[in-house]
């Protein structure tokens, strides 16, 4: 992130409404608590990896909300809590598969 972005989320942080404010704090410490995990977690290989809905659209060159809709019948899409995410290597066989059959 660069130092820009972050003095707009300080500006922000200085000028919403008092009630919004809760949401606010709630959003940076979910995206404190991610940071923290990322650096106290072992990188996975990148064919065990889990992709974000945005990462997994770009590869299957899909739109994120097809992601969303989809996903209880995407054999390689996981739900963790409620956040969904896509196995690389079950994608990289789904794609696989998917190019097999079109030959």
């Given at each position: 992130m660069r130092r820009e972005e972050l003095e707009a989320v300080?500006?922000?942080?200085?000028e919403i409404p008092l009630a919004d404010l809760p949401a606010l704090l709630g959003q940076l410490e979910e995206i404190r608590l991610v940071g923290m995990q990322r650096m106290l977690t072992k990188p996975l290989p990148d064919d065990t990896r889990l992709l974000t809905v945005r990462e997994a659209a770009e590869r299957l060159r899909v739109s994120?909300?097809?992601?969303?809709?989809?996903?209880?019948?995407?054999?390689?899409a996981r739900h963790i809590g409620s956040r969904l995410l896509f196995s690389s290597s079950g994608l990289n066989d789904y794609l696989l598969e998917k190019k097999e059959k079109q030959k």
């Open positions: 300080l500006e922000l942080a200085t994120t909300a097809y992601l969303y809709a989809n996903s209880e019948t995407l054999p390689f």
